[in-house]
């Protein structure tokens, strides 16, 4: 597992205005294929392993491995609104 980066400071922020804090209300698992996109689809597996309730890619070959592995735990890459984020999580609920 990885330590959160600062270009997730958004994320995150949208995610406290939403009251959801990491480690609180919210357990978020961070992990990196370390600039080696070939470990895409295991990061997948290790996500629906651990039930993951959505999974937030940060690049696009990273979503496509996602989406090529479930279409039932949503997705939602970085760059998309914000706003798609409550909509998601009211889903899993």
Known sequence: MQA??????AFF???????YVD???IVIDYLSAADHSD?????VN??????A????????PAAQAAKAATQT???MQLRECPLLLP???????
């Open 4 to 9: 959160r980066s600062p270009r997730f400071d």
């Open 73 to 75: 735990v949503p997705r």
């Open 13 to 19: 922020d949208t995610l406290r205005g939403l009251r």
């Open 53 to 60: 309730s959505i999974i937030v890619p940060s690049t696009t």
């Open 39 to 43: 470990r895409f689809p295991a990061l």
């Open 87 to 93: 909509l998601l999580m009211a889903k899993r609920t």
């Open 23 to 25: 480690g609180q209300s």
């Open 46 to 51: 290790e996500c629906l392993q651990r039930n």
